[in-house]
């Protein structure tokens, strides 16, 4: 008998807790859930586009993939799942001379990630590394999933342009 009204309180319990966490408004329609079916996730590109509406003199300068990657970290477990690079057009020629294509100095760089916490480790683990050698200091910004790199040329006040616009992806 007590295992009888245990199940029966246990069973009323688990559709009370199930009802909540489901309600509707009477169509059908879910409530207080938002719909995240339509929504792409925000990868490098996207974020590209959004920052430069903000920021007139970034450049798209190239994307990342896995053939030329010079990190070869893109993909790998907790590591960026997209990445693009962009130009600064107030960034000085002479600062440029020695650098690669794609390289961070000549503007930046947009990393994407699966999880806020692996783009928040990111900038952590770059900045660790930047800190004691100024030839290599950049400016971090980490948003959700997304960090935006950008080079240490630009003056605090430009690169403030870059910290607004990358807090205002969507």
Known sequence: ???????????????????????NDGDGNSVGKS???NVKPLDATRAFTELSN????????????????????????????SKVTFSDSRISADDLTGTDKGDVSRGGAIESFATAADAEARAKYIQSVTKS???????????????????HYLTPKQAAAYKTATNGLS
């Open 1 to 23: 008998m007590q295992r009888i009204l245990a199940t029966s309180v246990l069973a009323v319990l688990l559709v009370t807790v199930l009802t909540a966490c489901s309600s």
């Open 35 to 37: 719909d995240t079916s």
């Open 54 to 81: 903000k920021v007139a003199s970034a450049k798209l300068s190239g994307t990342v993939t896995a053939e030329n990657d010079p990190n070869e970290l893109l993909g790998r477990p907790h590591q960026y799942t």
């Open 133 to 151: 050698m100024s030839a290599l200091a950049e400016y971090d910004y980490a948003h959700g999933t997304v960090v935006v790199r950008v080079s």
